[in-house]
């Protein structure tokens, strides 16, 4: 993992501590969700190998994620958040346009960082 990759998600992980001790619920549950979907992005496909055996360990190797990947996850993640703002607010469902607006802020914090 590169240094900016790492600093990243040692941000984020930094920055969910200090919103769960703020109580900020919008916060910590969006940071939550950037952090699994990276998570699930060092996931690699189980096959039969992979199956555990009675006194083996299923345990594989996870993927290495590059920082560009990372990158990509939190603009995707973005994206998600916009195409549902404008379908909760296609339905006049205001509120919850506004909850998504309020991770969507959240979301982009993360992006375009150097």
Same mark, same amino acid.
Do not use: F, W
């Given at each position: 993992? +590169?240094?900016?990759?790492?600093?990243?998600?040692?941000?984020? +992980?930094?920055?969910? #501590?200090?919103?769960?001790?703020?109580?900020?619920?919008?916060?910590?549950?969006?940071?939550?969700?950037?952090?699994?979907?990276?998570?699930?992005?060092?996931? $690699?496909?189980?096959?039969?190998?992979?199956?555990?055996?009675?006194?083996? +360990?299923?345990?594989?190797? #996870? #993927?290495?994620?590059?920082?560009? @990947?990372?990158?990509?996850?939190?603009?995707?993640?973005?994206?998600?958040?916009?195409?549902?703002?404008?379908?909760?607010?296609?339905?006049?469902?205001? @509120?919850?346009?506004?909850?998504?607006?309020? @991770?969507?802020? $959240?979301?982009?914090?993360?992006?375009?960082?150097?």
């Amino acid at each position: 993992m +590169s240094t900016k990759t790492h600093s990243l998600r040692t941000r984020l +992980s930094t920055d969910l #501590r200090a919103a769960m001790k703020e109580r900020d619920a919008v916060t910590t549950l969006t940071l939550r969700s950037l952090l699994e979907a990276m998570d699930n992005a060092c996931a $690699v496909p189980m096959t039969a190998e992979h199956v555990p055996v009675y006194g083996r +360990s299923g345990d594989v190797p #996870r #993927r290495v994620v590059t920082e560009s @990947e990372y990158e990509i996850i939190l603009r995707n993640e973005a994206a998600s958040r916009n195409a549902a703002i404008l379908e909760y607010e296609r339905l006049g469902r205001t @509120e919850a346009a506004d909850q998504v607006r309020a @991770e969507l802020s $959240v979301v982009l914090r993360y992006i375009g960082e150097d």
